[in-house]
């Protein structure tokens, strides 16, 4: 495991899970790769028992591909994928934002500003990795203000694609500049306590990125 991973206090379960759900999303392993129990168990110096049931969570986000007497495979993902995914979270951030608007609260507000303001640090270190964490952080904290815990549970496991598609195919921070206005747009629709505006600009926020990746998706050729 990492030298980090030592000082984690999580079970051995979880923190397998977080080191290959981390390996997959950035492509340390490449889409297609067949995920191989021994292999995984020897690299992170654990039994093959965790490694087994971080497969079988990872098969339910999607990351993993189960296949019948064949094995687990790491996911394959495509531009249409990635546009299929953001029509799905245009709505599911939508309706987040707006549910959230009614409950948010000042300690939510300051949470929610502490992780926008991690992002736009890591942009200028160039640290997609924190970038990355801080983002997805900042959209399960909106799932989790509205209160509705099936919409938290369906968000992260949509999220999650998103997330990897943009360590696959668009390295470049400079796409990211933005993101942390908008977050903080996004911050401020909600404090208003408006659903329908926070709808609106929730929706938009997620819209903008599947407009780019529909306007550039013939240059993300290398996993398609």
């Known amino acids: ?93 939508a309706l987040a934002a707006s549910l959230a608007a009614s409950r948010i609260t000042k300690a939510d507000e300051k949470k929610l500003l502490e992780l926008t303001d991690k992002y736009a640090s890591a942009i200028e270190s160039g640290d997609m990795d924190t970038m990355i964490r801080a983002d997805e952080a900042f959209h399960k904290r909106i799932a989790k203000i509205s209160g509705n815990k099936t919409l938290y549970q369906v968000v992260k496991t949509v999220q999650t694609q998103v997330l990897r598609f943009r360590y696959l195919y668009y390295e470049d921070l400079a796409n990211y500049q933005n993101m942390p206005a908008e977050h903080r747009e996004i911050i401020d629709a909600l404090m208003t306590g408006d659903s329908g505006h926070a709808r609106d600009v929730a929706y938009d926020h997620v819209r903008r990125l599947k407009d780019f990746v529909i306007r550039e998706g013939s240059d993300f050729a290398t996993y398609r």
């Open 1 to 93: 495991m990492d030298a980090s991973e030592h000082v984690n206090h999580k079970p051995l379960r979880e923190r397998v899970y977080d080191q290959l759900k981390r390996r997959l999303l950035t492509g340390k392993i490449r889409p297609g790769t067949r995920m191989m129990e021994v292999d995984l168990a020897s690299d992170l110096g654990v039994s093959r028992t965790p490694v087994r049931e971080a497969i079988r969570e990872l098969g339910k986000e999607g990351l993993v591909t189960i296949e019948p007497r064949r094995g687990a495979f790491a996911s394959e993902i495509s531009v249409k994928d990635m546009i299929d995914t953001l029509t799905v979270r245009e709505e599911l951030d």
